[in-house]
Antibody, heavy 121, light 103 residues
Framework: DVQLVESGGGLVQPGDSLRLSCEAS????????MTWVRQAPGKGLEWVAN????????YYEDFVQGRFTISRDNAKSSSYLQMNSLRVEDTAVYYC??????????????WGRGTLVTVSS | EIVLTQSPGTLSLSPGQRAILSCRAS???????LAWYQQKPGQAPRLLIY???TRATGIPDRFSGSGSGTDFTLTISRLGPEDFAVYYC?????FGQGTKVEI
């Protein structure tokens, strides 16, 4: 079975940094694009970033450009999200997601349970 | 940038009834590249449909997707107690705002 287990969330102050980790199992991680999607309390889903299977291509939503960095370690079947200069509006549950492609159609095939990041003074 | 608008915001139905959820795109979506997700309270979303009409592995056949261009529909033919949840449509990086199906 596919499993995605996030860790690293917590309570931080505005301007702080946090690194989220996602440990994957049950599929060939090195062949899979990975994604982070977030959900603010009581709100909808918001795409954050994608990373290609070999780590050579990375894409970000505009609101995190220059502050967040997505990365991966295929030897450890893990994906990461380094978050710097955190803002109150970054408060959300962050989901690690396995991305799947159908020709040019990308969608979110498997989701982790999420890790809560709270940014508050 | 495509914007997805879901309607209605909330759908109040009873078990056994049919649910019809709409997702409208601000511009035509290439080759029906649209997906649907279900999210229950306190849980992560789950993929239901991709390619507008293909059910994901393990999804019951009471869930069906249809549509093309700018108008897409998720139909739940007979609502089970476990189907009361929030449903989201998605194309590329865009998500709809969700439709809550409640009893």
């Amino acid at each position: 079975d596919v499993q995605l287990v996030e860790s690293g969330g917590g309570l931080v102050q505005p301007g702080d940094s946090l690194r989220l980790s996602c440990e994957a199992s049950g599929f060939t991680f090195s062949r899979s694009w990975m994604t982070w999607v977030r959900q603010a309390p009581g709100k909808g889903l918001e795409w954050v970033a994608n990373i290609k299977n070999d780590g050579r291509e990375k894409y970000y939503e505009d609101f995190v450009q220059g502050r967040f960095t997505i990365s991966r370690d295929n030897a450890k079947s893990s994906s990461y999200l380094q978050m710097n200069s955190l803002r109150v509006e970054d408060t959300a549950v962050y989901y690690c997601v396995k991305l799947e492609w159908l020709v040019l159609h990308w969608f979110f095939e498997f989701w982790g349970r999420g890790t809560l990041v709270t940014v508050s003074s | 940038e495509i914007v997805l608008t879901q309607s209605p915001g909330t759908l109040s139905l009873s078990p056994g009834q049919r649910a019809i959820l709409s997702c409208r795109a601000s511009q035509s979506i290439t080759s029906n590249y649209l997906a649907w997700y279900q999210q229950k309270p306190g849980q992560a979303p789950r993929l239901l449909i991709y390619g507008a009409s293909t059910r994901a592995t393990g999804i019951p056949d009471r869930f069906s997707g249809s549509g093309s261009g700018t108008d897409f529909t998720l139909t739940i033919s007979r609502l089970g107690p476990e189907d009361f949840a929030v449903y989201y449509c998605q194309h590329a990086k865009a998500f709809g705002q969700g439709t809550k199906v409640e009893i």
